[in-house]
């Protein structure tokens, strides 16, 4: 994945640690895949390259290096990149191990589709912004971001809320997906581009459990994308679970929601004020 103040640093923090145990715990249901990788080829066009940042280990650019477009993985992460190797088997991919944070090695007006899944928001708007409007073929050009959404009433939403409310009071800002899309949508749209409607390509089910999304964040380097001393995170953690005994009442109770993944986008052409 990539990430800031440079994808090197977020890189060597957590996503190098995440590769073996991504998939399992955050990876989309194959068939979810699929369905995104044939929608972001379909934006592309045939002959259109793909550059995907942040490819990490693979769930969505493996499908995409199968498809009928051309594509490039980056990443900063080499184990995330083994990672997504070993997944595409025989298959021949363009995968580069670099630092989306910084100038990326594509060259100017290349791709037809800057794709970036659950990772862009790890990324400087300002730099994503930039990057994009260089490396986007001059005749037409999308930016894609996809992401996964729950109901707001889900056992994760409800988790990851108040956690971010205890790090806010303890003077730690998480990272925020919806927020970062938001401003990354705007200022593209400001540089001339045109948003699409959101589209969600997949939905499926699945069972959450209290316990199990406490453990995968105490497995987890960090939180909500930020580096924290083991104090806080045992103690954030800590009040977490209280608060979520006291809210949600048992937690290995299994409960049964839906998850979907949408893409958002915004196409680019030359009319954006050149």
Known sequence: MVGMPTQREAGSFTFDQQAGSFDRRA???????????????????VDGLVIDIGAGTGEVGSQLARGPCRYLGIDISLPMLRAFRHKLGTAEAG??????????????????????????????????????????????ATLVIGRVQRPADSVRVELRREMRRL????????????????????????????RLPAQRVASWEVT??????????????????????????????RRLEAWSQKRLGELTLPRRTAEYYELLAVRLSRQRGD
């Open 27 to 45: 990876g989309l249901p194959a068939a979810a895949a699929q369905r995104a990788a044939e929608a972001v080829c379909e934006l592309a066009g």
């Open 95 to 140: 995968l580069l191990r670099a630092d989306a944070g910084r100038p990326w090695p594509v060259a100017v007006g290349c791709a037809s589709v800057i794709f970036s899944s659950r990772a862009a928001h790890l990324i400087d708007s300002a730099h994503l912004v930039a990057e994009t409007l260089r490396v986007a073929r001059p005749e037409a």
């Open 167 to 194: 790090l806010a009071r303890s003077g730690v800002e998480g990272r925020g997906g919806r927020r970062a899309g938001e401003r990354l949508m705007r200022a593209l749209e400001a540089a001339g581009g045109q």
């Open 208 to 237: 959450e459990r209290p316990a199990d999304a406490l453990r995968a964040w105490r497995d987890k380097p960090g939180l909500a994308g930020r580096a924290v001393s083991p104090t806080l995170k045992n103690d954030i953690l």
